[in-house]
């Protein structure tokens, strides 16, 4: 079982939907979660980061992580063009974050 | 807003040559990574380093690796003989003190291939 897996894209939505992006891991040691965006041929941006199971919210984003099901989502809500990239999910252990495979996203006007 | 900066933006070199990577961190920043990224691939870890030594390392920083923080400001990864399979992109990341370490910002990359 891969340590990250993320539900494989493509993914197409239209201008003002929620969008939901999961997660799950294998390892309960895990001690962090992240969501990055990444454009084409760019680095990673960090977008969310949180520790707890719960939800944090920041703007049009939250993130929600539940421990128990080792599970973690991203929701967009009023998804615009301009959130069209790669979000990937990465976790940390010690000093090493693992990263899922990304999807990309793709909201048409 | 402070950001993480990296050079060359594009490198291309021949198999067998060594090439170095440079980054330059956020100034305040302690903690210091290289990460890869093969083209449709996971981005991977590669290594992390803090107070001049390597803290963790993967099974892919072998012996053809090595790090180093030359000055108060770069961080450079050097590859020694370049093979095919290196070809990816590389990023450099950094994190600020123990209380935001977890924290990893990267920077733009560096696109490698080996011919």
């Known amino acids: 079982q891969k340590e990250v897996e993320q539900d494989p894209g493509p993914l197409s939505v239209p201008e003002g939907a929620i969008v939901s992006l999961n997660c799950t891991y294998s390892?309960?040691?895990?001690?962090?979660f992240m969501w990055y965006r990444q454009y084409s041929r760019k680095g990673p941006e960090l977008l969310m980061y949180t520790y707890s199971s719960g939800n944090k919210e920041d703007g049009r984003f939250t993130a929600q992580v539940d421990k128990s099901s080792k599970y973690i989502s991203l929701f967009i809500r009023d998804s615009q063009p301009s959130d069209s990239a790669t979000y990937l999910c990465a976790m940390s252990l010690g000093s090493k974050l693992t990263f899922g495979k990304g999807i990309t996203l793709s909201v048409r006007p | 807003e402070p950001e993480v900066t990296q050079t060359p933006s594009h490198q291309v070199t021949q198999m067998g040559q060594e090439v170095i990577l440079r980054c330059v961190p956020i100034s305040n920043h302690l903690y210091f990574y290289w990460y890869r990224q093969i083209l449709g691939q996971k981005v991977e870890f590669l290594v992390s380093?803090?107070?001049?030594?390597?803290?963790?390392k993967s099974e892919i920083f072998d012996d053809q690796f090595s790090v180093e923080r030359p000055d108060g400001s770069n961080f450079t990864l050097k590859i020694r003989s370049t093979k095919l399979e290196d070809s990816a992109m590389y990023f450099c990341?950094?994190?600020?003190?123990?209380?935001?370490?977890?924290?990893?910002?990267f920077g733009p990359g560096t696109r490698l291939l080996v011919l």
């Open positions: 380093f803090y107070n001049n030594e390597i803290s963790e």
């Open positions: 390892n309960s040691a895990f001690q962090y």
């Open positions: 990341a950094s994190s600020g003190t123990s209380g935001g370490k977890e924290t990893q910002y």
